[in-house]
């Protein structure tokens, strides 16, 4: 999957990395 439109903005990335800190957050609770 490549976009033309040019690099996947960062809030994608930081989306990803806080669903994942979430995840594990609240498994860790």
């Known amino acids: ?3 033309t ?3 996947p903005p ?3 990335s930081t989306l ?3 669903d994942i800190y979430g995840s ?3 498994r860790s609770d």
């Open 1 to 3: 999957m490549q976009e």
């Open 5 to 7: 439109h040019g690099p």
């Open 10 to 12: 960062p809030s994608h």
């Open 16 to 18: 990803i990395s806080a």
């Open 24 to 26: 594990v957050f609240h």
